[in-house]
């Protein structure tokens, strides 16, 4: 038999072919915990206390781009989604919808990226699932991810906790990784490379939970719709508003070019890689000082402030002026995750 070096219909099938790829390409990369045996599901050991539990599907266009792919993406969105909950990322199931013709050398890459990634976050992938589908009913491959994570005592999280005087934090630059899935898409180059900031955001949860679990009153990573979807999402429905400094906040050259030049306002561009905190003024020096001393939250900043302006987020821009910060009325990026 002659070399196949692409996905055939026949790898959903269920017969030799799909033994193959789950043999040769999913058991060798994560067949060592439950998922050796091959169950319907997987049985995993008793979690005391709470769980978190979280699913996101990754239909991201291009599937590479500059500082990843879609399984660094698929394995740190639902990361990060369980560690602003409050979480330890314990496990995750790995699914994924791949178009006939779709190059094994390329599922190969994007299934080492998901191992690595996976080793780095000490998630294990547990249980999961292929389907194989015709040409042109997908575009080349979709992921699916669902983790459970083991909730940590301490945190007491919601919007019901903030009131006006608390800070606003950002981990990083914003806007990265949304503005390399563009220019990836539409072949834009700038000088220094543009990287999705897509990464983990783990350490620095529970770098918060070990000293400040107590002041933090909100987390969240600002995905779609980015720093401004969240804020006005925070704001709703409450008895105050927020107001951030332009000065304050964290672009990267190279983002801030290409935003500047399509007309894009970086406050709505998703990040993967970066999370917005709420914590009590008091500590908010401590836990930016914190954050800076670790390679995740080298960029972090304070960036605004909860005021009495019901339901309002505002922005003090460089001249002294206000505007408002709102939300488009549709989809900014699409396919960016």
């Not at 439950?34 to 978190?52: H, N, Q, R, Y």
């Not at 939970?209 to 409450?238: C, Q, W």
């Not at 995740?296 to 002294?320: C, D």
Request: glycine share 10%; aromatic share 4%; proline share 4%.
């Amino acid at each position: 038999m002659s070399k196949i070096d692409t996905i055939q219909l026949a790898h959903g099938g269920g017969g030799r072919l799909s033994d193959a790829l789950i043999r040769d390409e999913i058991l060798s990369r994560f067949g060592e915990g439950p998922l050796k045996s091959l169950p319907d599901g997987a049985t995993l050991p008793k979690i005391d206390g709470e769980l978190v539990f979280s699913t996101d599907s990754y239909v991201v266009k291009p599937y590479k781009f500059n500082g990843g792919n879609i399984g660094n993406l698929a394995v740190h969105g639902t990361v990060n989604d369980i560690s602003v909950s409050g979480g330890i990322p314990r496990y995750l199931s790995l699914a994924m919808i791949i178009e006939e013709g779709f190059p094994i050398s390329e599922l190969r890459l994007i299934l080492d990226t998901i191992k690595t990634s996976a080793d780095e976050c000490d998630v294990k992938i547990v249980t999961g699932d292929t389907k194989v589908v015709a040409r042109g009913q997908c575009d080349s491959i979709y992921i699916n991810t669902s983790g459970i994570g083991e909730k940590l005592k301490g945190f007491d999280l919601g919007k019901h906790r903030i009131k006006p005087g608390d800070a606003v934090i950002v981990s990083g630059n914003i806007g990265d990784h949304g503005m390399a899935i563009l220019a990836a898409r539409e072949g834009i180059n700038i000088d220094n490379n543009l990287v999705s900031d897509t990464a983990s955001v783990q350490r620095l949860v529970q770098s918060l939970h070990e000293n400040f679990a107590y002041a933090v009153k909100f987390m969240r990573d600002p995905t779609r719709g980015g720093v401004a979807a969240v804020l006005n999402e925070i704001v709703s429905d409450t008895s105050y508003g927020i107001e951030l400094d332009s000065v304050k906040i964290p672009y990267s050259r190279e983002a801030s070019s290409i935003a500047e030049m399509l007309g894009i306002e970086l406050l709505n561009v998703a990040c993967e890689g970066r999370m917005l905190l709420i914590c009590d003024n008091s500590v908010a020096s401590d836990i930016l000082n914190l954050w800076k001393n670790m390679p995740e939250g080298k960029g972090a900043e304070i960036i605004g402030y909860v005021n009495k302006e019901p339901e309002r987020v505002s922005i003090k821009t460089v001249t002294g002026g206000r505007r408002l910060v709102d939300v488009p009325t549709g989809e900014l990026l699409p396919r960016i995750c």
